[in-house]
């Protein structure tokens, strides 16, 4: 939990403000998850912070929703090319990448 809320902070993701009237909050709550490690069997713990989105309503609280993902179709495309052409492929996991949308509305959570 302390590595999620110093990457929150860190990222300057929210501002700490009143509730101006009018406004929903959008409960929240932490998501564990516990993952045995690839390498050396070891336990890995995750945790993440998640609004209960189902709470918004369209029009309301958001105008559009948008969540880009990589289909395995393109992904096993991309693996056969790299085989073909004897390339050289990374992989990286971007643990904040939801941090680099742009929001057009202000969420209260």
């Not at 300057?12 to 998850?33: D, F, S």
């Not at 056969?80 to 990448?97: E, I, K, R, Y």
């Amino acid at each position: 939990m302390q590595k999620e809320m110093k990457s929150l902070n860190d990222n300057k993701t929210w501002e700490l403000v009143e509730l101006p009237k009018g406004k929903q909050v959008i409960a929240c709550r932490w998501v564990y998850k516990r993952k045995e490690g690839s390498r050396t069997g070891e336990k890995i713990f995750k945790v993440r912070l998640v609004a209960k989105g189902f709470t918004q309503r369209k029009g309301v609280d958001y105008n559009e929703v948008f969540a880009p993902v990589a289909k395995y179709s393109t992904i096993r495309l991309l693996l056969s090319l790299v085989c073909m052409f004897g390339l050289v492929l990374d992989q990286m996991d971007v643990v904040t990448a939801f941090l680099y949308g742009l929001l057009d509305e202000e969420i209260f959570m």
